[in-house]
C-alpha cells in the first residue's frame, strides 16, 4: 500500500527460512523514501543518543541509532532468550487472568537526543528481523530544549511535546517510512511502541539547524560540517560513496568513509557543490585525502558565490593533491559567500573537506532569526 507516495506495510514476515535473511525485507528499494537525502539527524557520529527507555530487558536501547543495517544470527541465544540488533522491550500484561492484554494506552517509550537540532522531513522506524514480535504500531513526538537535559528534565510536565508520527499500524521486518510536517526545530524524540515489542533501527532525516549564539561565540568554525549547518546541494557522481560523507564530524576511517567518483573517461571533472551554514567569510580550507591511496582526486580548486545566483569567484586555484594526505591552505580576502564547489580533476576521491572561517553580522541575523522562527 502506496500513502502520499511512500509505502506502508502491515503485518508479520514469514518466519525466518534460512539463507539471506534480508530476502524477503519490505522496502523501498533503490527508490528509497522521498527524504533519505537528507541528512540523518540521529545520527550517533553527529552525537546522537538514547538516553531513557521504560524497557530495555530483550535488547539494548542503544543499538536503534547503530549506522550500520541490523544483523541477524538465528543462532545467537543467551540468559534472557533471543539476542536481537535492536531495542525489545519483554511481552506486556494485563491487570490478571480475566484481563490477559494490555490496555491500549499501554505503552513503551525511548528517548533519543538528536545529535544535531534541525526540522524533521522524515522518519523510518526499521523493524528489520523482528518479524512476529515487532510492536503493532508506533508514534513519535517531538521537542525542542536546549542543553543537555536529563530525562526527568524531558518528561517534566512544563516540557511541550509536538506529534511527529501519529500512532500508525507498522509491519515486521520491514523499513517504516514517514514523512513529516512539522516545520518546529527539535533537540529530542520521544517513540513510543505500541504496546510492545522490538525495533532495530531509528533514522530521523532532515536539516541541521544550530544554535547561532553557540557559533558566534566560537568566531571561527567549520562552516561546511554537517553539524554546524552545512550541507550538499549536489554532485557530479556518487558512484561508490556519498559527497555527505565529506562534511561528517573527524577524520575518515577507512576508504568508504569519503566521497570517490568512477573512473571519468575523455573530458570533464567530478564536483560537489556546499551550501554553508549562512553568508560567511572563509580563512582556510583543508582537503583531506585520507585513505584514498591509488583512487585519491590528482587535483582540487575551490569556488565560491554569495546567493544562489551569485557569481562563482575563485578561491583556492587549481591545486595538486597528494594521496591520503591532509591539505591546508590560508585564504587572504576571500570575499563573503554562501556556497562553495569542490571541483576534483579528473576524477577520484576525497576524504574531508574542512571551511574555516565567521559568519557575516548579515549571516549572524539571518541565521537567528531562522532558529527563533522554526524554534
Known amino acids: 500500500m502506496t500513502t502520499d507516495g511512500i509505502p506502508r506495510y502491515t503485518g508479520d514476515a514469514s518466519p525466518y527460512q534460512g539463507g539471506d535473511p534480508y530476502a524477503d525485507y ?5 527508490a528509497g523514501f522521498p527524504f533519505t537525502h537528507l541528512p540523518d539527524l540521529a545520527d550517533r557520529r553527529l552525537g546522537a543518543g538514547v538516553i531513557a527507555a521504560n524497557d530495555e530487558f530483550f535488547a539494548e536501547r542503544e543499538n536503534l541509532l547503530k549506522p550500520e543495517a541490523a544483523h541477524f544470527d538465528p543462532e545467537l541465544f543467551g540468559h534472557k532468550g533471543k539476542i536481537m540488533d535492536g531495542w525489545e522491550t519483554r511481552r506486556r500484561r494485563g491487570t490478571d487472568g480475566a484481563h490477559p492484554f494490555p490496555a491500549d494506552e499501554d505503552h513503551d517509550w525511548a528517548l533519543i537526543r538528536l545529535g544535531a537540532p534541525g526540522v524533521i ?6 523493524t528489520a528481523h523482528f518479524r512476529g514480535n515487532y510492536p503493532q504500531s508506533v508514534s513519535i513526538e517531538g521537542t525542542c530544549v536546549e542543553g543537555t537535559p536529563s530525562p526527568e528534565e524531558l518528561l517534566a510536565a512544563d516540557v511541550t511535546w509536538t506529534p511527529l508520527v501519529p ?3 507498522i509491519a515486521g521486518h520491514a523499513a517504516n517510512g514517514f514523512a513529516v510536517d512539522a516545520t518546529g526545530r527539535f ?6 511502541q505500541h504496546p510492545d515489542g522490538g525495533i532495530a533501527r531509528l533514522r530521523v532525516y532532515g536539516e541541521v539547524v544550530p544554535a547561532p549564539e553557540w557559533l558566534a561565540a566560537l568566531g571561527t568554525f567549520d562552516l561546511v560540517a554537517l553539524e554546524n549547518g552545512g550541507r550538499v546541494e549536489d554532485a557530479s557522481d556518487r558512484f561508490y560513496s556519498s559527497p555527505t560523507h565529506t562534511i561528517q564530524p573527524g577524520r575518515s576511517r577507512k576508504m568508504d ?9 575523455g573530458t570533464g571533472n567530478d564536483w560537489v557543490r556546499y551550501r554553508l551554514t549562512e553568508q560567511s567569510v572563509i580563512r582556510a580550507v583543508e582537503i583531506d585525502t585520507g585513505y584514498l591511496k591509488g583512487n585519491a582526486a590528482g587535483w582540487a ?4 558565490r554569495d546567493g544562489e545566483d551569485g557569481d562563482w569567484t575563485e578561491l583556492l586555484p587549481r591545486t595538486r593533491l597528494q594521496p591520503d594526505s591532509v591539505h591546508r591552505f590560508l585564504l587572504d580576502g576571500a570575499p563573503a559567500v554562501t556556497h562553495v564547489r569542490l571541483d576534483i580533476f579528473p576524477d577520484g576521491g576525497i576524504a574531508r573537506l574542512r571551511v574555516h572561517g565567521s559568519l557575516t553580522d548579515a549571516g549572524f541575523v539571518r541565521l537567528r532569526g531562522a532558529a527563533h522562527v522554526v524554534g
Not at 187 to 192: G, I, K, M
Not at 301 to 304: E, M, Y
Request: glycine share 12%; charged share 30%; proline share 3%.
Open 257 to 265: 568513509d569519503g566521497w570517490e567518483t568512477r573512473r571519468r573517461r
Open 121 to 126: 522531513h522524515g522518519i523510518v522506524v526499521d
Open 187 to 192: 533537540t529530542h524524540l520521544r517513540l513510543n
Open 26 to 30: 519490505r522496502t523501498p528499494g533503490a
Open 301 to 304: 580548486a575551490l569556488s565560491g
Open 167 to 169: 500512532r500508525t499500524a
